[in-house]
């Protein structure tokens, strides 16, 4: 009787992975559109669990009604953000994982790219 259950258990399982993959497309089955905004995910795609490719589709959206010289902006900020040395990241992650939701909303309404991308964040 236990290795019945147990087998079930495990087919169960299988079963239900499955659905969970089925629902985020696999990389081929995404838009030109998607697939552009998404390339630095394309080698991990496969390998991402469903949730998260979820959410990278969900944004991939978001990013794509954005404005172009809202993109611009961000992509900007994004671009500053990663020139700055490791340690002084580091830094600011910390301080941004320390805070509270209310204080980030604050901290991004103040931030340099809303002058152009008002919608954004």
Do not use: Y
Not at 12 to 26: E, F, H, K, Y
Not at 68 to 92: G, K
Not at 93 to 113: I, K, L, V, Y
């Amino acid at each position: 009787m236990k290795a019945v259950n147990a087998f079930l258990r495990t087919v169960i399982l299988g079963v239900l992975s499955n659905v969970a993959i089925a629902d985020a497309p696999s990389w081929d089955r995404l838009s030109v559109e998607h697939q552009e905004v998404l390339s630095d995910f394309q080698s991990t795609w496969e390998t991402l669990p469903s949730e998260r490719r979820e959410k990278l589709l969900k944004r991939a959206e978001n990013w794509q009604q954005l404005s172009p010289d809202c993109r611009e902006a961000l992509q900007n900020r994004w671009r500053e953000l990663r020139e700055l040395p490791p340690e002084v990241r580091s830094t600011l992650r910390e301080r941004w994982q320390s805070m509270t939701p209310a204080q980030r909303r604050e901290a991004m309404q103040n931030s340099p790219h809303k002058a152009r991308c008002p919608k954004a964040n």
